[in-house]
């Protein structure tokens, strides 16, 4: 079985999706992380 171009480009814009999908869906959690990211990256 060969893996073509079209496969792993398939393959990372279902992944990309997926990533957009759920931080849409879980927003105050992920600006969260950011905040407490930030701040932790700060100190």
């Given at each position: 079985m060969k893996i073509?171009?079209?496969d792993v480009l398939m393959f990372?814009?279902?992944f990309a999706t997926?990533?957009?999908i759920l931080?849409?869906?879980d927003?105050?959690?992920t600006i969260g992380e950011i905040?407490?990211?930030w701040?932790?990256?700060s100190k």
């Open positions: 073509s171009n079209r990372f814009l279902g997926l990533f957009i931080t849409i869906y927003w105050d959690s905040q407490r990211g701040e932790a990256g």
